[in-house]
């Protein structure tokens, strides 16, 4: 049986707050390098938040091998989609959710992450597809974009080789809970939070050269985590391709 030393960790809690904490301003986050156990960030990020609709009754799909190729196909591709960017802070995967973290100081670095939104919504059309031809049950997913101010510190313990970032603020946790609104009571698949919205929307109209991308949109007021906008967003030469016949 393991047993904790209460006495040391006592010690350890009275150093943290003993010893001073440099908290940076600024609108970049820099490379995990610059990031200590004496630091912490302030600075502008974006997450995207990948989730499953309904896991519980695929989980009860009989064929476990299959399912098990479900999850992993899904899975790896999301992650392929989101991990390719300089920008990148932290990436990974929560259950049945796939999700992402990026350093934003800039809104066209916004726009870049929206974009990855619409790649993922284009990509269930083409994911289902594949679903379909092999006999295997089609699946929705929520996508939640949020950008705001974090404070980012590192967690763990020097010297133990388990560290990790702790992100304090709105942008992860809204877009975790914006990606459970999306393909749910009616919404579209896209779910995005009104800074997000707000920093990317003249990028999206400017990089695309379109007319009234706004149109594209849905403004929903909520008091609980923040106004939002719904869409469903994809990418034409993409999903012409999926239309098209997927030939390679």
Known sequence: ???????????????????????????????????????????????????????????????????????????????????????????????????????TPYQYNVYEIADKCFYINTFMKMFNKLLTKYSLPQIKVGIGMSTDKELVVKAGRFGVGINSKIWIGKAVSR?????????????????????????????????NKVRNPKSWFTYHKDQGEGDYYTADVIKIDFDNWIYNGMKI
């Not at 591709?77 to 995967?93: A, F, K, P, T, Y």
């Not at 459970?180 to 400017?206: F, R, T």
């Open 1 to 103: 049986m393991t047993i904790y030393d209460y006495k040391a960790g006592k010690q350890r809690i009275e150093t943290i707050f003993e010893n001073n904490m440099k908290v940076i301003e600024q609108n970049k986050l820099p490379g995990d390098d610059e990031l200590t156990f004496t630091n912490g960030y302030h600075c502008w990020v974006s997450a995207i938040f990948v989730d499953m609709r309904d896991s519980t009754e695929l989980c009860a799909f009989e064929n476990k091998e299959k399912l098990a190729k479900i999850f992993r196909s899904f899975s790896s591709e999301v992650i392929e989609i989101l991990r390719n960017d300089d920008n990148l802070r932290e990436i990974g995967i929560r259950g049945d959710c796939v999700y992402a973290i990026y350093t």
């Open 175 to 207: 877009a975790c809970h914006y990606a459970d609104y999306g393909n749910k009571n009616g919404n579209p698949p896209i779910v995005m939070g009104k800074c997000s919205y707000d920093s990317m929307i003249d990028q999206l109209e400017a990089y």
